[in-house]
């Protein structure tokens, strides 16, 4: 279990109100409203479903900014954002530091142990969703882009494989990789890092 993380974090130079992010090994609660000082959310870490995050590139040339960005999503689908910029890398090293903290902090307190649930809901032989990606004692089922649709893919377990990478994951057939491949984004895709983790262990296992 991780230490309780308290933090104040500005948003920007047009958001300078120092606002406070508390990770407790119980709840998460960050004053995320638009005026300063106007309201707190704060979700039980029970109630937490899957998260996302990553960082939008600003630039012209060159990138002059940065945005940091965390999304955590509830079970009655809620969503609490978490974000702070940074520009002409300004305290660019300090905010990456504060980024990857509030990141690690909340795997500790919660998705390390959804991975260990859904390990075990496997070896259970049932059958569950992580995402758009369905994993069941088969194999794992994906969406495959063909030419006017999405078409689902089953690839069994001997023939499964995953890559990470430093904004998304591949998960493919080692057989047909060039047509049964799909990529899932830290940013946009939710519980990737999740998925990464479940998959990979059970091939550990199997391989």
Known sequence: MGVELKLKIKRGILDNYRRELHLHPDFISFEDKDLAGKGVT???INE?????YGVTLYQY???FGREYQLYIKI???EILKINFKSYLGIKKHEHHQLYAKIINTLWDFCFKQQVVSFIKDFEAGESFNIGEVNINPEGVIISISKLLKQEKKMILWNDVRIK????????YSNENAIEFNRGYS????????VLYEVINNILRNKL
Do not use: A, H, L
């Open 164 to 171: 990470k990478y430093t904004t998304y994951i591949s998960i």
């Open 186 to 193: 830290y940013k946009e895709d939710w519980n990737t890092f």
């Open 75 to 77: 079970f009655n689908n």
């Open 48 to 52: 937490i479903k899957e998260f996302r």
């Open 42 to 44: 704060r979700f039980k």
């Open 61 to 63: 040339d060159i990138v």
